[in-house]
Structure formats: structure tokens, C-alpha cells
């Protein structure tokens, strides 16, 4: 809704703020008010924002204080919603980080370092993040999850000699956080796998011919 100021266009504000600010027709609003109106309608579009965000997924703190910032959102007014966010369990960075190390994980598709990286990069700290690895074990199934995501991207390079083979896959295991022991050893089982398939069977007895 708009509000109007000697006849001429001021500010638009959401009817949740007018009612929320108890603003009325024809009341005379001086620069305080204004100013307080402007920063209750900001909170309340930053708060409506912030809970779209947290509809579609779990966010930490700092992952929400900065899409909020890019939303052109002025700091007093994130810090505010964050912090009632916070009040309200909508924002937990324990569980958060649960949610993105359980995610990953279970996909198998990045190994420990990367998804320490991540955690770090959405703004948990290094002792959390330690008090996590050691609770889900993260690092003790990368060779398994390096295995299972070379095998699915082996086919893909079926035809190269092996030191191609062997630079495409290492590179492709590296960025997606596998240690080099994890990627050593997928990557020695998958030649292995596709030598033993691609070999010529025996010839035949001649007897049988």
C-alpha cells in the first residue's frame, strides 16, 4: 500500500506493517514516524524473505546474512531478523551443518575435504566442524564413496590410454575432496575392472573348429 504525503507518493508499505505500526487514513505522520514505518516495513520484507529462503532448505546464519545482503537489506535490519530467527529455532547452525553433512554423505558424491570446506564456507567454525567429523566418521568411508563415484564416471572415458585416464579421474576425485590415498586406490581398482573387461577371450581349440 502507498502512503501519500501532501497529496503526492511517499513510500510503499506492506498492510501488515500499517497495522502492525497502527497507521490510519488521513493520520499525520512527522518524520519520526516515517522513519520508524520505513524500518518496521524493511523488517518485515527482510523476515519474509529470510523465511522463503528457509522454506526451500536449511541455512546458516551466514549463508542467510549474506542473501540478505544482496537483497540490498541494510545490516541493522538483518541482524534483527536473524536474531528473532535465531529466538525462534528457524536459524541453528548445529543443525544446519548436521543437515549438510548427512546430505552429502548419503549422496556420496564429495569426500571429506570438500565437505569440510563447505561447512567452513557457510560460516561453521573449526571446532564445530571437528566435533563433526568425528561424530558421522567423515573421512573413514572415502575410499568406498571414491570408488562408487569412479565407477560411475569410468564408462565416460572408456578409449583413453591409461595416463589420460588416470589425470581425467584423479582431477575429477581431487576437486570433490577425496584425499589422494582414496583416489590412488579407486582409480587403480577401475583399470583394473576395465582391463579385465576389455581383454580378448581365448582363442578356440583348433579341435573345435
Not at 524493511?42 to 528457509?54: F, G, H, I, P
Not at 526451500?56 to 528473532?84: F, G, H, M, N, W
Not at 556420496?108 to 558421522?136: E, F, M, N, V, W
Request: proline fraction near 2%; include cysteine; aromatic fraction near 6%.
Amino acid at each position: 500500500m502507498s502512503i501519500d504525503i501532501d497529496g503526492e507518493f511517499a513510500i510503499g508499505v506492506s498492510l501488515d506493517t500499517l497495522a502492525h505500526e497502527g497507521i490510519f487514513v488521513g493520520q499525520h505522520l512527522d518524520q519520526q514516524h516515517i522513519d520508524r514505518l520505513v524500518a518496521s516495513d524493511n523488517y518485515d520484507r527482510a523476515k519474509q524473505s529470510a523465511l522463503r529462503l528457509l522454506e526451500i532448505r536449511p541455512r546458516s546464519l551466514r549463508e542467510l546474512t549474506d542473501r540478505l545482503r544482496q537483497k540490498a537489506y541494510d545490516t541493522t535490519t538483518i541482524s534483527a531478523v536473524c536474531a528473532r530467527l535465531t529466538e525462534a529455532g528457524l536459524i541453528d547452525d548445529h543443525a544446519f551443518a548436521t543437515y549438510l553433512v548427512e546430505q552429502r554423505l548419503r549422496t556420496a558424491s564429495r569426500g571429506s575435504g570438500a565437505i569440510q570446506r563447505d561447512l567452513y564456507k557457510h560460516g561453521i567454525t573449526k571446532d564445530a566442524i571437528s566435533t563433526l567429523s568425528q561424530q558421522h566418521d567423515i573421512g573413514t568411508s572415502d575410499a568406498d564413496h571414491a570408488l562408487l563415484y569412479a565407477r560411475k564416471l569410468a564408462n565416460r572415458l572408456r578409449g583413453l590410454d591409461k595416463a589420460t585416464y588416470t589425470r581425467r579421474l584423479s582431477g575429477v576425485l581431487l576437486r570433490r575432496g577425496y584425499p589422494m590415498s582414496a583416489v590412488r586406490a579407486a582409480i587403480q581398482t577401475c583399470w583394473a575392472e576395465r582391463t579385465e573387461h576389455t581383454e580378448a577371450p581365448p582363442d578356440s581349440d583348433p579341435e573345435d573348429r
